[in-house]
Protein backbone atom coordinates (compact mmCIF):
# COMPACT_ATOMS: atom_id res chain seq x y z
CA UNK A 1 0.00 0.00 0.00
CA UNK A 2 1.34 3.41 -1.05
CA UNK A 3 2.32 5.82 2.04
CA UNK A 4 2.25 9.22 2.56
CA UNK A 5 3.12 12.23 4.81
CA UNK A 6 1.28 14.52 5.67
CA UNK A 7 3.45 18.53 6.96
CA UNK A 8 1.36 20.72 8.74
CA UNK A 9 2.07 24.03 11.03
CA UNK A 10 -1.20 24.92 12.35
CA UNK A 11 -4.92 23.96 12.92
CA UNK A 12 -4.73 20.63 10.42
CA UNK A 13 -8.39 20.48 9.68
CA UNK A 14 -7.24 19.44 6.41
CA UNK A 15 -4.71 17.09 7.73
CA UNK A 16 -7.95 15.39 9.69
CA UNK A 17 -10.12 15.12 6.07
CA UNK A 18 -7.57 13.24 5.00
CA UNK A 19 -6.93 11.06 7.70
CA UNK A 20 -11.07 10.56 7.82
CA UNK A 21 -10.82 9.81 4.15
CA UNK A 22 -8.12 6.94 4.76
CA UNK A 23 -10.27 5.34 7.76
CA UNK A 24 -13.23 5.39 5.40
CA UNK A 25 -11.01 3.48 2.73
CA UNK A 26 -11.79 6.10 0.31
CA UNK A 27 -8.14 6.38 0.02
CA UNK A 28 -6.07 3.18 0.01
CA UNK A 29 -3.07 4.39 1.59
CA UNK A 30 -1.10 4.91 4.93
CA UNK A 31 -0.80 7.79 6.54
CA UNK A 32 3.00 7.32 7.94
CA UNK A 33 3.99 10.63 9.30
CA UNK A 34 2.91 13.74 10.06
CA UNK A 35 5.80 16.35 9.78
CA UNK A 36 5.09 19.07 11.72
CA UNK A 37 7.60 22.51 12.12
CA UNK A 38 5.57 23.83 15.22
CA UNK A 39 5.39 20.93 17.99
CA UNK A 40 2.71 22.82 19.84
CA UNK A 41 0.74 23.33 17.12
CA UNK A 42 -3.39 21.76 16.66
CA UNK A 43 -2.01 19.33 13.87
CA UNK A 44 0.62 17.69 16.15
CA UNK A 45 -1.79 17.26 19.11
CA UNK A 46 -4.33 15.70 17.13
CA UNK A 47 -1.99 13.36 15.11
CA UNK A 48 -0.78 12.20 18.89
CA UNK A 49 -4.35 11.53 19.84
CA UNK A 50 -4.99 9.33 16.93
CA UNK A 51 -1.53 7.71 17.54
CA UNK A 52 -0.14 8.67 14.53
CA UNK A 53 4.01 9.15 14.01
CA UNK A 54 4.90 12.70 14.55
CA UNK A 55 7.96 14.76 13.34
CA UNK A 56 7.67 17.74 14.98
CA UNK A 57 11.01 20.19 14.74
CA UNK A 58 11.88 23.54 16.09
CA UNK A 59 13.68 24.56 13.03
CA UNK A 60 15.47 27.17 15.12
CA UNK A 61 17.31 24.47 16.89
CA UNK A 62 19.02 23.65 13.70
CA UNK A 63 21.81 25.71 11.71
CA UNK A 64 19.81 26.36 8.51
CA UNK A 65 17.34 24.98 6.11
CA UNK A 66 19.39 22.29 4.72
CA UNK A 67 20.53 20.42 8.22
CA UNK A 68 16.45 19.78 9.22
CA UNK A 69 15.56 18.87 5.30
CA UNK A 70 18.03 16.23 5.96
CA UNK A 71 16.47 14.82 9.00
CA UNK A 72 13.31 15.16 7.52
CA UNK A 73 14.49 13.03 4.28
CA UNK A 74 15.64 10.56 6.64
CA UNK A 75 12.59 10.17 8.02
CA UNK A 76 10.42 9.74 5.01
CA UNK A 77 12.88 6.98 3.21
CA UNK A 78 12.79 5.43 6.60
CA UNK A 79 8.89 5.38 6.65
CA UNK A 80 9.38 4.63 2.89
CA UNK A 81 7.18 7.71 1.96
CA UNK A 82 5.52 7.96 -1.75
CA UNK A 83 3.64 10.95 -1.17
CA UNK A 84 4.21 14.37 0.10
CA UNK A 85 1.30 16.50 1.11
CA UNK A 86 1.58 19.82 2.13
CA UNK A 87 -1.72 21.22 4.61
CA UNK A 88 -0.88 24.53 5.71
CA UNK A 89 2.82 23.59 5.83
CA UNK A 90 3.68 27.19 6.04
CA UNK A 91 7.84 26.80 4.97
CA UNK A 92 9.06 26.72 1.04
CA UNK A 93 10.55 23.53 0.22
CA UNK A 94 14.13 23.85 0.14
CA UNK A 95 16.24 21.73 -2.48
CA UNK A 96 17.28 19.11 -0.13
CA UNK A 97 13.78 18.38 0.30
CA UNK A 98 13.08 18.77 -3.66
CA UNK A 99 16.28 16.60 -4.68
CA UNK A 100 14.61 13.59 -2.96
CA UNK A 101 10.84 13.86 -3.68
CA UNK A 102 10.18 16.62 -6.78
CA UNK A 103 7.07 15.64 -8.63
CA UNK A 104 6.23 13.89 -5.32
CA UNK A 105 4.88 16.70 -3.06
CA UNK A 106 1.72 18.82 -3.73
CA UNK A 107 0.20 21.69 -1.77
CA UNK A 108 -2.71 23.27 -1.15
CA UNK A 109 -3.76 26.95 -1.64
CA UNK A 110 -6.98 28.64 -0.79
CA UNK A 111 -7.17 30.97 -4.26
CA UNK A 112 -7.49 30.57 -8.12
CA UNK A 113 -3.37 30.26 -8.62
CA UNK A 114 -1.95 32.54 -9.76
CA UNK A 115 -4.10 34.43 -8.37
CA UNK A 116 -3.27 35.71 -4.75
CA UNK A 117 -0.01 33.93 -4.28
CA UNK A 118 1.62 33.99 -0.65
CA UNK A 119 0.04 34.52 2.94
CA UNK A 120 -3.36 35.59 3.61
CA UNK A 121 -4.58 34.72 0.10
CA UNK A 122 -8.32 34.59 1.77
CA UNK A 123 -7.28 38.15 3.01
CA UNK A 124 -6.08 39.37 -0.29
CA UNK A 125 -9.37 38.22 -2.58
CA UNK A 126 -11.65 40.24 0.22
CA UNK A 127 -9.21 43.09 -0.21
CA UNK A 128 -9.76 42.94 -3.97
CA UNK A 129 -13.50 43.41 -3.44
CA UNK A 130 -13.17 40.06 -6.07
CA UNK A 131 -16.81 38.33 -6.43
CA UNK A 132 -15.14 34.57 -6.26
CA UNK A 133 -11.66 32.66 -5.38
CA UNK A 134 -11.48 29.11 -4.83
CA UNK A 135 -8.82 26.37 -4.28
CA UNK A 136 -5.49 25.06 -5.93
CA UNK A 137 -3.71 21.77 -6.07
CA UNK A 138 -0.40 22.30 -7.50
CA UNK A 139 2.99 20.24 -7.14
CA UNK A 140 5.49 22.13 -5.44
CA UNK A 141 8.90 23.45 -7.13
CA UNK A 142 11.40 25.52 -5.67
CA UNK A 143 9.06 29.01 -5.62
CA UNK A 144 6.24 30.37 -3.32
CA UNK A 145 2.75 28.75 -4.98
CA UNK A 146 4.66 28.17 -8.83
CA UNK A 147 4.58 24.60 -9.37
CA UNK A 148 2.19 22.97 -12.00
CA UNK A 149 -1.56 23.16 -10.95
CA UNK A 150 -3.30 19.12 -10.85
CA UNK A 151 -6.70 20.56 -9.82
CA UNK A 152 -8.77 23.93 -8.98
CA UNK A 153 -12.27 24.67 -8.13
CA UNK A 154 -14.10 28.00 -7.81
CA UNK A 155 -15.88 29.41 -4.92
CA UNK A 156 -18.10 32.38 -4.44
CA UNK A 157 -17.50 35.43 -2.44
CA UNK A 158 -20.54 37.10 -1.47
CA UNK A 159 -21.07 40.67 -0.27
CA UNK A 160 -22.11 39.71 3.07
CA UNK A 161 -18.78 37.48 3.85
CA UNK A 162 -16.20 38.14 6.33
CA UNK A 163 -12.60 36.53 6.63
CA UNK A 164 -14.24 33.60 8.89
CA UNK A 165 -17.63 32.80 6.33
CA UNK A 166 -15.09 32.80 3.38
CA UNK A 167 -12.67 30.76 4.74
CA UNK A 168 -15.40 28.49 6.16
CA UNK A 169 -16.65 27.96 2.42
CA UNK A 170 -13.15 27.38 1.21
CA UNK A 171 -11.62 24.83 4.13
CA UNK A 172 -15.01 22.96 2.87
CA UNK A 173 -14.10 22.87 -0.78
CA UNK A 174 -10.39 22.16 0.25
CA UNK A 175 -11.67 19.06 2.57
CA UNK A 176 -13.49 17.42 -0.58
CA UNK A 177 -10.58 18.68 -3.35
CA UNK A 178 -7.59 17.38 -1.74
CA UNK A 179 -8.57 13.59 -0.81
CA UNK A 180 -10.06 13.45 -4.27
CA UNK A 181 -6.62 14.65 -5.79
CA UNK A 182 -4.05 12.53 -3.60
CA UNK A 183 -6.36 9.17 -4.70
CA UNK A 184 -6.09 10.25 -8.53
CA UNK A 185 -2.19 10.39 -7.92
CA UNK A 186 -2.09 7.56 -6.03
CA UNK A 187 -4.09 5.27 -8.39
CA UNK A 188 -1.65 6.34 -11.11
CA UNK A 189 1.45 6.61 -9.75
C1 LIG B 1 -5.56 25.92 4.05
O1 LIG B 1 -6.48 26.93 3.74
C2 LIG B 1 -4.62 25.68 2.92
O2 LIG B 1 -5.16 26.01 1.68
C3 LIG B 1 -3.46 26.60 3.22
O3 LIG B 1 -3.37 26.61 4.62
C4 LIG B 1 -4.65 26.33 5.18
C5 LIG B 1 -4.43 25.22 6.16
O4 LIG B 1 -5.59 24.96 6.92
N1 LIG B 1 -2.26 26.16 2.57
P1 LIG B 1 -5.63 23.74 7.91
O5 LIG B 1 -4.43 23.85 8.84
O6 LIG B 1 -5.59 22.48 7.09
O7 LIG B 1 -6.91 23.88 8.66
Known amino acids: MKKIA ?25 LAILVSDRPKSKAVKNANLRNIDTFSFTPKAYP ?19 LIVLAGY ?23 LPLYKGKDAVGQALSASA ?3 GVTVHYVDSGMDTGT ?17 LETRIHKIEHQ ?12 K
Not at 6 to 30: D, P, R, V, W
Not at 90 to 112: A, D, F, V
Not at 150 to 157: D, G
Not at 181 to 188: A, D, G, N, P, S
Open 64 to 82: NKDAFEKEIVHILKTHEVD
Open 90 to 112: MRLIGPTLLKHYEGRIINIHPSL
Open 131 to 133: VQT
Open 149 to 165: VIAQESCPIYDQDTRET
Open 6 to 30: IFASGTGSNFLAIHEKIKEKYLQCE
Open 177 to 188: LYPKVIKQLLEE
